[in-house]
């Protein structure tokens, strides 16, 4: 058999992608190791932190006619909830009044775009385990679920097979392909907090909630149904609250009674989720080139980064729309120099968001729990009310914006150095809104000067 396309993984990013192409009328495979989890009593549950769509994931699904059908998928949140030790929240927007990033389920959100893409006429094989890719025959050798196995040519192939991806094994054989992987030292739990006795939602459903603890932190994200998914971030080993040093039920309820003691009262089935969903870990991965010859990887598979700015689906789903662009202006008969040109493109974005989500884990478990975030957040947002032009917070330029990510990160680096000299005023608490904000303007023109 000899396939025009072959995509490996159906996960949101190769689900996606095989719609972007099949649009292009394309002939397109999609190969999948999982089984399909629209059929049966197939489950794939304790490993799922909710996904938080923002602008850059909304715009490639506007791309393909897809914005309306998800939207009904998922519940805006314009910000987020910050719940201290003794059960007081303070409520932090993302943006201005209106912009929201929007939680949705994974599994639901994975199962309508295979759905689509089917639909589109896109072939979907599941149960098929890629065990290795001749990147000299661009042959795909696959194991299906009962044993039998296929050899399959194709014209290109596309690792949208996420951070464990069997095209970048492949392509680490080869001769000057760079490759870095980390795994931090913390790890996640699934969690969930049920809907109440009445039905409703046990807290503000239109926010992202956190419990920052310093070393650790609680998440919890809406869902349609008026319950949350949870995601406990804690240290594997090494600190007195980590996975190591909870053993049984009541280390469960003790670590929670004391830092988390709002949400352990509204958390009927913890320490039996906390048992029963495993402990994932979080990598991020680097590597270069992204393309041999007619395979290309996107997505995950290339560029997997840990959770905490909220992109990583975004980012993927964006790497489509900068593939199809491409493809667009260039032709589908010119597939080495569209990657070429994509992988050109897209590399220093990929790596300055990778250093945004390891960056922000540090704000997100401790730095919103302290007085002075605040103040910070409100000067930052001051400012952009008075100078929309000039002063455009970091956050807002990743989540409600387009502009490429390596120059977002530029510009908050600039950002945050002015914020780190006005934060050193002894009195900022107290005279934050007296501040000459045209100077603090002035001040970030000469520097971006220099």
């Not at 996606?16 to 009593?41: A, F, M, Q, T």
């Not at 600039?414 to 914020?419: C, D, E, P, R, V």
Request: negative net charge.
């Amino acid at each position: 058999n000899k396939n025009e396309i072959s995509i490996l993984g159906a996960g949101l990013i190769g689900s996606l992608l095989s719609i972007y192409l099949k649009k292009r009328g394309l002939d397109v495979h999609v190969y999948e190791k999982r089984p399909d989890n629209r059929k049966g009593d197939y489950k794939e549950e304790g490993r799922s932190i909710n996904m938080a769509l923002s602008d850059r994931g909304w715009n490639a699904l506007d791309k393909v006619g897809l914005k309306e059908k998800v939207l009904t998928l998922t519940i805006p949140m314009y910000g987020r909830q910050i719940h201290n030790e003794h059960g007081d929240t303070t409520f932090i927007p993302y943006g201005k009044e209106g912009q929201a990033i929007y939680s949705i389920s994974r599994g639901r959100f994975n199962q309508l775009l295979m759905n689509e893409a089917e639909d589109a006429g896109v072939k979907v094989h599941f149960d098929k385990k890629i065990d290795n890719v001749d990147l000299r025959t661009n042959e795909l050798h696959i194991e299906s679920r009962d044993g039998s196995k296929e050899h399959i040519s194709s014209e290109v192939i596309l690792g949208a097979d996420g951070a464990y991806s069997s095209l970048r094994t492949a392509m680490l054989k080869q001769v000057r392909f760079n490759y870095k992987q980390e795994y931090i030292s913390h790890g996640y739990k699934e969690l969930s907090i049920p809907p109440t006795k009445d039905g409703q939602f046990a807290m503000d459903p239109n926010a992202l909630h956190i419990w920052p603890r310093g070393s650790f932190m609680l998440i919890a994200l809406p869902n349609p149904d008026k319950s949350f998914t949870c995601t406990l971030f804690l240290p594997f080993e090494g600190e007195r609250v980590s996975f190591e040093n909870i053993r049984d039920e009541e280390d469960v309820k003790g670590v929670f009674q004391t830092f988390f003691d709002d949400a352990f009262q509204m958390m009927p089935n913890l320490t039996g989720e906390y048992f029963n969903n495993p402990t994932a870990s979080l990598i991020n991965i680097e590597c270069y080139p992204w393309m041999l010859n007619k395979a290309m990887l996107i997505g995950d598979a290339s560029h997997a980064m840990v959770p905490f700015y909220g992109q990583g689906m975004n980012s993927g789903f964006e790497d489509c729309v900068i593939l199809d662009n491409l493809i667009e202006k260039l032709g589908s008969n010119a597939w080495e120099l569209v990657f070429a040109k994509f992988q050109k493109i897209r590399k220093p974005d990929t790596d300055a968001i990778c250093k945004l989500a390891m960056e922000n884990f540090e704000e997100m478990k401790a730095d919103v729990a302290d007085p002075k975030f605040l103040i910070r957040k409100k000067i930052e947002t001051r400012l952009h009310e008075l100078y929309p032009n000039d002063w455009i917070p970091l956050y807002t330029m990743v989540t409600f914006s387009s502009i490429p990510y390596s120059e977002a990160y530029a510009i908050g680096k600039l950002q945050q150095s002015i914020m780190d000299r006005i934060m050193k005023d002894p009195l900022i608490t107290q005279n934050w809104d007296k501040l000459d904000y045209g100077d603090i303007i002035d001040w970030l023109d000469k520097t971006k000067a220099v």
